[in-house]
């Protein structure tokens, strides 16, 4: 099994980023997806989660309004649309896998199946 992220980068504050983490090895649409970051001397944070049938998404209080989660199960993706980003988002970003997960499931950090490298999030402000 394997997740590969990308579309991380450096952006301006204010501006958008498309994260993407495309998966192999896995029935995709089996799988609960999360979006999670970890800052330097942080612990890793939920920010999204859609359950496995992509009726539900849930979000962290700190990017409500602001990223957008969704999956296109034809291509094994999830994504994170990421808009109005500032300095507080940065960080590293992972996705999750959790088989037969609902989005609220999604949300505890220690329970995914499986996780992706990261892909760094970088704002300038």
């Known amino acids: 099994v394997q997740l590969v992220e990308s579309g991380g980068g450096l952006v301006q504050a204010g501006g958008s980023l498309r994260l993407s983490c495309t998966a192999s090895?896995?029935?995709?649409?089996?799988?609960?997806t999360g979006w999670f970051r970890q800052s330097p001397g942080k612990e890793r944070a939920f920010v999204a989660a859609?359950?496995?049938?992509?009726?539900?998404?849930i979000y962290a209080d700190s990017v409500k309004g602001r990223f957008t989660i969704s999956r296109d199960s034809a291509k094994n993706t999830s994504y994170l649309q990421m808009n109005n980003v500032q300095p507080p988002d940065a960080a590293v970003y992972y996705c999750?896998?959790?088989?037969?997960?609902?989005?609220?499931?999604?949300?505890?950090?220690?329970?995914?199946?499986?996780w992706g490298q990261g892909t760094q999030v970088t704002v300038s402000s």
């Open positions: 999750a896998l959790k088989q037969w997960a609902n989005a609220h499931l999604m949300m505890r950090v220690p329970g995914a199946d499986y």
């Open positions: 090895g896995v029935t995709f649409g089996r799988y609960g």
């Open positions: 859609m359950g496995w049938d992509g009726r539900t998404a």
